[in-house]
């Protein structure tokens, strides 16, 4: 089994590599857009959440098509993952185990946007 540093570190290899593709390697450009992302993500984050909250599943639908260009340059299957698994649930009259399935997802933005910032940091 892979330790958590290491995993981490492929990720934001994989994304360097996504951003440096995305900017031609310009740096600032690079820096630029790796806070749009992490802002993006935030943003999608909140409206996951709201519609949990009030029972919309088009209020996430929405969201996730908003964010659809930054989930391409991402490229994470396990958030895409994620992001279908709680659609899916939200439009389920009374889903099971909809909770968890949520918090696996916000939990894999989160560790999204800790990268992509410290990426533009860089």
Known sequence: ???KNHTDN???DILMA???RCTDGDTEFRRELAQLLAGNITEMMANIEKSVKVKDPNIMIRSVHKTKTTLTILNDDEMNEGINLVE???KEPSPIDL????EKLINRCVKMVNILTALSAQ
């Open 10 to 12: 492929c990720q934001s």
């Open 18 to 20: 996504n951003l440096d």
């Open 99 to 102: 909770e968890i399935y949520v």
């Open 88 to 90: 899916t649930k939200l």
């Open 1 to 3: 089994m892979e330790s």
